[in-house]
């Protein structure tokens, strides 16, 4: 599986982003999803994650409200819906695809078989 995200870009705080994720392969829908994020000198972290029929959604409390991860599996597409972006939202995303059978979602990033290669997102104040 190959993953390329897009949709990055400088905006302004209270802004809205949405970042994509297409992936190639045809299991893509059998696939969980997760979204990454790291900002200089910081450890990757967790951003959200959806389950194979987008039914399921797990966030981090930092995003929870303003973010919305979604999926197209007609389009072999990921998304990010962010809004009201804050300044410490800045940071490199990353998608990342999990290829285990359990509907559970994993917030570590170990868990993960493939990554995109990321989108910088920079919020300015």
């Known amino acids: 599986v190959q993953l390329q995200a897009s949709g990055g870009g400088l905006v302004q705080a209270g802004d809205s982003l949405t970042l994509s994720c297409a992936a190639s392969?045809?299991?893509?829908?059998?696939?969980?999803f997760g979204w990454f994020r790291q900002a200089p000198g910081k450890e990757r972290e967790f951003v959200a994650a959806?389950?194979?029929?987008?039914?399921?959604?797990v966030y981090a409390d930092s995003v929870k409200g303003r973010f919305t991860v979604s999926r197209d599996n007609a389009k072999t597409t990921v998304y990010l819906q962010m809004n009201s972006l804050k300044p410490e939202d800045t940071a490199l995303y990353y998608c990342?695809?999990?290829?285990?059978?359990?509907?559970?979602?994993?917030?570590?990033?170990?868990?993960?078989?493939?990554w995109g290669q990321g989108t910088q997102v920079t919020v300015s104040s």
């Open positions: 990342a695809a999990d290829r285990a059978l359990s509907a559970s979602l994993r917030r570590n990033s170990a868990a993960y078989d493939y």
């Open positions: 392969g045809r299991i893509f829908s059998s696939y969980k």
């Open positions: 959806i389950g194979s029929s987008g039914g399921n959604t």
